[in-house]
């Protein structure tokens, strides 16, 4: 699998990154009879981090795929969403995830483990026939009127007619479409996934999210319901009083000193040598830059209120593959037509996306009148009223 490739062999398609994001391009450009060759920068492929929320949005096309059996068999199917407060534990408001709930959208609300999603994905690219190369580190890419090379940095260059760019947050080929970097939120994440023996407060008919001020703490099951997944997530002060050494446990357990009980506890499950400090992305319009294209958190890095961050990265897979079958004549392919109305179709929801996961953290760490106020709305809204949403799972 990490064999290195003359660069003297073309491919139709090089996807960079062996995330989410590009495995589902390559299985997608794949599926349209393209060849597609994969760089993985690691010597495995693998994914580091435990739970993530699958959205109708996004297993709709899992199902078109054919890989959402396989999701659903890894994963839980949970009941409801649910919002609480994190200070007096009382639950606010539900989204009812039932029978009701899949037949709005045509498709079910799946609760996967990382790593599950990612074997998925990785399998299903294997068997598709993607070409998968690790421990390749991209340089640069040239594109040219009708390819483009990809430099590695064992001084390999590989030819192919585009390069879609899957390199994540901190992607090396968003710099050949816009000069940014990412937009460091001053929060931190930790995160735990134990046995369910160890955690049965959690319930696994629930995502619940306990909302506190400038803080909050999600908990849902995972594999089956053989596992918990917990998730803190908090505003670290040292970070704004612009302290180089911030986001550390102290500041974690100062965070949550007033919650409830409920959610204090959850603490003691998350892993404390490590943490995840918050980054996105700023909008942008344009994804592309001649035969290169930016997919996933590299186009739109995204906080993680709305969980979508691999749900939009799915979307761009699939929208990218559908316009390749649209634009294209026997063998050729008009790639500036597909990068045009890839862009066209998945630009304006991806921003939104950004923007609304912002306002939407915002929401939750409110403290004062604004909380209550905020806690008095959800408490009055009607559980199966779907007009909020259906913009993001698409009714």
Same mark, same amino acid.
């Given at each position: ?5 003359s660069?003297?062999?073309? @491919? ?22 393209? *060849? ?6 690691a010597?495995e ?36 969403l ?12 539900? $989204? ?31 068997e598709?026939?993607?070409e ?42 968003? *710099? ?7 937009v ?11 046995p ?5 407060d ?15 703490f999600?908990?849902?099951?995972l594999?089956?319901g053989k ?13 704004f ?11 974690l357990?100062?965070?949550f ?16 040598d ?9 909008p ?19 906080? @993680?209120?709305?969980? @979508?961050?691999?749900?939009? *990265? ?29 862009q066209?179709?998945?630009?304006? @929801? ?20 604004a ?5 008095? $709305? ?8 779907y007009?909020?949403i ?6």
């Amino acid at each position: 699998m990490n064999n290195r490739t003359s660069g003297s062999e073309s @491919q139709d398609v090089i996807v960079v990154g062996g995330g989410i994001g590009g495995l589902a391009t390559a299985f997608s450009l794949r599926q349209q009879g393209l *060849s597609v060759r994969l760089l993985e920068r690691a010597p495995e492929f693998g994914e580091v981090g435990a739970g993530l929320q699958l959205g109708p949005n996004a297993t709709r096309i899992l199902d078109n795929w054919g890989l959402l059996d396989e999701v659903r068999a890894a994963g839980v199917e949970p009941k409801r969403l649910v919002l609480g407060d994190a200070i007096t534990g009382e639950k606010l408001t539900h $989204l009812p995830l039932g029978e009701e709930f899949q037949q709005h959208y045509g498709a079910p609300y799946v609760v996967v483990h990382r790593s599950d999603l990612h074997r998925i994905l990785l399998e299903a690219c294997r068997e598709a026939g993607v070409e998968l190369q690790t421990n390749s580190t991209v340089e640069r890419v040239e594109t040219g009127s009708d390819s483009a090379r990809t430099y590695l940095s064992d001084g390999t260059a590989l030819k192919s007619q585009v390069v879609i760019g899957a390199d994540g947050l901190n992607s090396r080929l968003r *710099s050949h479409v816009v000069d940014d970097e990412p937009v460091c939120s001053g929060y931190v994440a930790y995160r735990g996934a134990v046995p369910i023996s160890e955690r049965p407060d959690v319930d696994l008919d629930e995502v619940i999210a306990w909302m506190g001020p400038g803080c909050h703490f999600v908990h849902y099951g995972l594999r089956q319901g053989k596992m918990a997944n917990l998730v803190a997530v908090f505003r670290s002060p040292k970070y704004f009083a612009g302290e180089a050494d911030w986001g550390g446990p102290d500041e974690l357990d100062t965070a949550f000193a007033q919650c409830c009980d409920r959610v204090r506890q959850g603490l003691d499950s998350l892993w404390r040598d490590r943490h995840w400090k918050m980054y996105d992305r700023i909008p942008i319009s344009n994804w592309s830059n001649g035969r290169l294209m930016l997919v996933g958190d590299a186009a739109h890095a995204t906080l @993680q209120y709305l969980a @979508q961050g691999a749900c939009q *990265s799915i979307e761009d897979a699939e929208v990218l593959g559908s316009q390749v079958g649209k634009h294209r004549d026997g063998e050729s392919v008009d790639w500036e037509e597909v990068f045009s109305a890839t862009q066209q179709i998945r630009a304006p @929801q991806a921003s939104k996306v950004q923007t609304t996961a912002r306002t939407w953290g915002d929401i939750w760490h409110v403290d004062g009148l604004a909380r209550s106020l905020r806690n008095e $709305l959800l408490a009055t809204r009607s559980p199966n009223d779907y007009k909020h949403i259906d913009w993001l799972y698409g009714a």
